[in-house]
């Protein structure tokens, strides 16, 4: 039965550590939710900060960008399909744009 550890925000990044345990090897899988704040910054910077952002996550991370950029909404989904990345949901609520990402690789 997976076990949920949700550790309190701090700043701007939101850790939410999850332990599943895998298959037969009875090995915990981690994976660490990340916020990312890009708003108020115009096309590339939101690709760009996300891409940078990324290179320091591991496989099987989460990102969630948080953008003004309405053309952020079809710039990083691109982006992670070049780069082997999974958008898990991408979202317009008004005046913010949300794209929730998970790190490609192999673990």
């Known amino acids: ?18 332990c599943v345990l895998r298959g037969k090897k009875n090995r915990p899988l981690m994976m660490n939710q990340y916020t990312l704040d890009a708003r108020n910054t115009l096309c590339p910077m939101p690709v760009i900060k996300t891409q940078n952002r990324i290179a320091e996550l591991k496989p099987g991370d989460e ?7 309405p053309g952020a909404l ?7 399909r070049i780069n082997g990345h999974q958008v898990l949901e991408s979202r317009d609520e008004g005046n913010e744009q949300i794209i929730v990402v998970r790190v490609g690789g192999t673990e």
């Open 74 to 80: 079809n710039d990083i989904p691109a982006w992670c």
């Open 63 to 69: 990102l969630e960008v948080i953008c003004t950029d």
């Open 1 to 18: 039965m997976p076990a949920v550890l949700l550790i309190p925000e701090m700043a701007i990044e939101t850790f939410a550590l999850f």
